[in-house]
């Protein structure tokens, strides 16, 4: 059948206003699968470059760069960049054994001193994520020959192969990292990939074109070879029933987070649908805890027991998205603990007594509760149209509304992209609640999210600004203990720590979604972060 049609301008929501821009001519599906074809799909954000520490640029970046690692559906690492590798007994140096004859689209090769070069990199700031994975663990890297790379830790760290798994992790061409601008390093980054970028125009789409030599695929590829679509265009849509109308109407192939009230009308209409649970920290709220009236382990409990997350979240999520109690790491996650995840369920009346008990007795005209004079006001800010998306968005405000009913004042604040990304709303002064999540393989995330934050050694990613040696210890431990059921049993205590002092609960867990067109095989999600794979994607009659 012909692919694909014109595509007409298509307006957006609210001030999010571009069109879909016009296909190449249709072709038929014999021509399509002659050339391989161009597969369009429609994503929801636009990072600010395509390699980088954030999910949203792991997307990309993963159909760009390859990584010494990848991960099979169980979880566990498997072969990429690196064909093998293994562990000393002191669990302190990893040695990674690389494929031959691997080179970059520049025409550069593949060698570990490239790879110690680009681990080199992140720990300068060249990725700040990459870096707070591997800080407190990560001593040095070294080239023992061409083909032979060893990592030397201060501190085991067993799960290392799953961790590198990440699309952080994507290496880069040392040559282009040290001759090319950050500019140009940012927007067309030089790996071995499936695809290199070929075009970015900005507020619309990247085009990503077929490496034709590429070599080094993950084990866990569904074929061998190059890519088997030509080019991807990979448009930016931030309204989703904008994209669901695009896939309906056969002007886009695929679509990323599909909103969930048109999860069954795809479903029926015999799209393809894909849910990954992305392990990691859910989508919860951290609570302040250095100031305001949350530093009141009471009152951080009576929030918690006013509200009805479960059923916010069934009502309007509709049984896609899954409701999350644990605050600490979602349930897709190693480790994980169901007795934190239910530590609180709504009880108005427990809610009312923590606030009598905390001094919060006195209600003024508004309903709610005051003490010396003060009424109990909190401020919520969320990364709006980030981290948070629409659906996420009612979810919030039905939790203001809930917490209205037993006497406090939230107020909801919605963080417009170019401000989130600026770093506003996350000082001690400026928030009482964060909400938001942080993709992970293992509940390693724990020390990243619970890390002490003093002036010695900052911790922004501690969203509660609470330091305690107990917590930290229990993370510790868990992260060096080689046996996996010491680990998790660490991890668990952490977990229920984090929920017995109310420091975090959950909301849901975050997904990533996929509804892709009857006439795409081949897309798959990978198992780290559960982004799109358009190695193996090809078009069917």
Excluded at 252 to 274: K, R
Excluded at 279 to 284: F, S, T, V
Excluded at 474 to 490: C, T
Aim: proline share 5%.
């Amino acid at each position: 059948m012909p692919r694909h049609s014109p595509l007409a301008a298509l307006a957006l929501a609210a001030a999010a206003m571009m069109c879909l821009t016009s296909c190449a001519a249709a072709s038929s599906s014999a021509e399509q699968q002659a050339d391989g074809g161009t597969l369009v799909y429609a994503h929801q954000q636009e990072p600010p470059c395509v390699f980088g520490g954030w999910i949203e640029q792991a997307y990309l970046s993963y159909q760009v760069l390859d990584s010494l690692t990848s991960l099979d559906e169980n979880g566990n690492a498997v072969a990429w960049l690196a064909d093998s590798w293994t562990v000393s007994d002191d669990g302190l140096d990893w040695t990674f054994r690389l494929k031959h004859g691997v080179t970059f689209t520049d025409g550069s090769e593949l060698t570990a001193s490239v790879i110690a070069y680009n681990v080199e990199y992140w720990m300068a700031g060249g990725n700040s994520t990459a870096k707070v994975w591997l800080d407190g663990y990560y001593s040095s890297a070294e080239a023992i020959d061409e083909h032979t790379l060893a990592l030397h830790l201060d501190k085991p760290y067993p799960r290392l192969p799953e961790t590198l798994a990440q699309g952080y992790f994507g290496i880069q061409s040392q040559e282009a990292l040290e001759t090319r601008s950050d500019e140009q390093n940012c927007e067309q980054p030089i790996g071995s990939g499936a695809f290199t970028v070929a075009e970015w125009n900005r507020g619309q789409n990247i085009v990503l074109e077929r490496n034709d030599d590429y070599t080094s695929w993950p084990a866990n590829a569904q074929h061998e070879g190059p890519a088997l679509v030509k080019t991807v265009d990979w448009r930016f849509v931030p309204d989703g029933a904008t994209r669901a109308s695009a896939l309906k109407s056969e002007e886009v192939d695929a679509i990323y987070d599909v909103p969930s009230v048109e999860w069954e009308t795809l479903e029926q209409g015999g799209f393809g649908l894909h849910k990954y649970v992305t392990p990691g920290r859910p989508q919860q709220l951290a609570f302040n805890t250095a100031q305001g009236p949350f530093t009141d382990e009471r009152v951080r409990k009576a929030f918690a027991y006013s509200l009805d997350r479960e059923a916010l979240v069934e009502t309007i999520g509709l049984g896609v998205i899954p409701y999350e109690g644990n605050g600490a790491v979602s349930q897709a996650t190693p480790g994980y603990s169901q007795r934190a995840a239910d530590r609180y369920s709504h009880d108005a009346e427990k809610a009312n007594d923590l606030l009598d008990a905390a001094g919060w007795g006195e209600t003024n005209a508004d309903g709610f509760r005051v003490k010396d004079g003060q009424v109990l006001e909190v401020t919520l800010p969320y990364g709006a149209g980030t981290i948070i998306n629409a659906e996420g968005a009612s979810i919030l405000q039905g939790v203001a509304q809930q917490a209205k009913q037993v006497g406090f004042d939230v107020t909801l604040v919605p963080v417009p992209p170019s401000e989130h990304f600026a770093g506003a709303h996350t000082q001690r002064d400026e928030r009482d609640i964060a909400a938001g999540y942080w993709t992970s393989v293992t509940a390693g995330i724990l020390w990243i999210n619970w890390r002490a934050d003093t002036e010695e050694a900052p911790n922004g990613n501690n969203a509660a600004f609470y330091n305690s040696p107990e917590l930290e210890d229990l993370i510790l431990r868990a992260n060096s203990a080689a046996d996996i059921a010491e680990q998790n049993e660490l991890y668990q205590l952490a977990q229920e720590y984090i929920a017995d002092h109310a420091l975090s609960i959950g909301l849901y867990d975050r997904l990533s979604t996929l509804a892709v067109s009857p006439h795409v095989a081949g897309i798959w999600q990978e198992h780290s972060q559960g982004g799109p794979v358009f190695h193996d994607a090809h078009f069917v009659a």
